[in-house]
């Protein structure tokens, strides 16, 4: 009348090891008391979409930071990704180190050095606001030049000694930033 009795359930009946088995496959803390059967959420998983959804990502986005790495390959349940709730705070991490300027490769060594030697992420952090520093610099000479070009008195701009003067200083590889100094 039952079932094959599993090893672990080996004289309930077939329903309690069945129900065992799927706890287990969902991440459940089971507990077997005197012919009762406790069960616990330990972590909730969260499908893909779910993830996706409270992150503000798409779910493409998802398995492209699995496949780099950034995230940890999510447990499989009957064919689908299925991640901890905790996942959503590491793709925020990723959103965060995106918007402050570091690179998917970046962002991979940041989270591999804060595993392997906790200190290194600082070196990677000094090195990405130097990089900021000089492309804010890069920036404001940038503005400076075309502001000077919307202030020209010459109606062609061609015809302006200073933008000709810059443009052949960049010809000779000088950087925007020595040729043109205002």
């Given at each position: ?133 000089d492309q804010i610099a890069k ?6 030049a075309i502001e000077h070009a ?24 000088q950087p925007l930033h020595q040729?043109?100094?205002?």
């Amino acid at each position: 009348m039952g079932g094959p009795a599993a090893t672990p359930g080996a004289g309930l009946p077939w329903f309690v090891t069945a129900l065992v088995s799927i706890a287990r496959s969902q991440r459940l803390q089971v507990r077997l008391k005197s012919n009762t059967l406790e069960v616990k959420m330990s972590d909730r998983l969260l499908t893909i979409g779910e993830l996706a959804r409270r992150a503000g990502v798409a779910t493409s986005a998802v398995r492209y930071y699995e496949e780099l790495g950034l995230l940890p390959t999510p447990a499989r349940i009957a064919g689908q990704r299925r991640y901890p709730e905790s996942a959503t705070g590491l793709v925020g991490i990723i959103l965060l180190l995106r918007d402050v300027g570091f690179s998917l490769a970046e962002q991979k060594a940041f989270m591999g050095s804060r595993a392997a030697a906790p200190g290194d992420w600082k070196r990677l952090a000094r090195r990405k606001l130097a990089e900021l520093d000089d492309q804010i610099a890069k920036a404001h000479t940038a503005r400076e030049a075309i502001e000077h070009a919307l202030v020209c008195p010459h109606d062609d701009i061609l015809q302006c000694p200073t933008f000709a003067a810059v443009t052949a200083a960049r010809l000779t590889g000088q950087p925007l930033h020595q040729a043109h100094r205002h």
